[in-house]
């Protein structure tokens, strides 16, 4: 089946420091790609509507500036945390869906990045 | 916008029993997806099933089944025969039709399997 890789799975970094993650559909191309933030013992929520080249749609409060979304070829979208701070400490997950009608949405396994 | 609605943050059941999670969505749409998701611990998204709206029958995934109504905009998943790998936390999601198209997802219920 289709399968996303998300990477780094984890990560530290301190308050500060700019953090990429990077997100890409190994056998299949995707147009769109969506980046979701977890919470612990919450749900997604979504972040960003990531287009093959376009510009990142971003959700009302997520700040475009602080959160870069790059999505230059049809198989690698990166999500980079700027200038990141403790509050940023959180589960980040990609999704990309094929470019074919109906396509299921596929799933990374997810980044765990703590800001100390 | 779309909304999806989890009452049950929590639940339990003895193994091999049935259980039934709760979702309600909220939309305007008539062509719409409807998922439920599984995050055990490894926190994996796990796609379950899957419902189209424009389909009346629901759908059945072996052990996991669905009960779909669309006028009362209500979407329950019902896990048979439940094992303890079935333990995890269950997101009920919406999707409008299209490619482009993000999922919208509840709050979650936490189904413990117990042995």
């Known amino acids: 089946g289709a399968v996303v890789s998300q990477h780094p799975s984890r990560v530290i970094c301190k308050s500060g420091t700019s953090v990429k993650i990077e997100c890409r559909s190994l056998d299949f191309q995707a147009t769109t790609m969506f980046w979701y933030r977890q919470f612990p013992k919450q749900s997604l929520m979504l972040m960003a509507t990531s287009n093959e080249g376009s510009k990142a749609t971003y959700e009302q409060g997520v700040e475009k500036d602080k959160f870069l979304i790059n999505h230059a070829s049809l198989t690698l979208s990166t999500l980079t945390v700027t200038s990141a701070h403790p509050e940023d400490s959180s589960f980040y997950i990609c999704s990309a869906r094929a470019a074919v009608y109906n396509s299921p949405l596929h799933f990374g396994n997810g980044t765990r990045l703590t800001v100390t | 916008a779309q909304t999806v609605t989890q009452s049950q943050p929590e639940m339990s059941v003895q193994e091999a029993e049935t259980v039934t999670l709760s979702c309600t969505y909220d939309t305007s749409e008539n062509n719409y997806y409807l998922f439920w998701y599984k995050q055990p611990p490894s926190r994996q998204m796990i796609l379950v099933i899957r419902?189209?709206?424009?389909?009346?029958q629901n759908a059945t995934e072996n052990r996991f089944s669905v009960n779909f109504q669309k006028a009362a905009k209500s979407f329950s998943l019902k896990i048979s025969d439940s094992q303890l790998g079935d333990t995890a936390m269950y997101f009920c999601?919406?999707?409008?039709?299209?490619?482009?198209?993000?999922?919208?997802f509840g709050k979650g219920t936490r189904l413990s399997v117990i042995a």
């Open positions: 419902q189209e709206a424009y389909k009346q």
């Open positions: 999601a919406f999707s409008m039709s299209g490619g482009n198209t993000p999922l919208v």
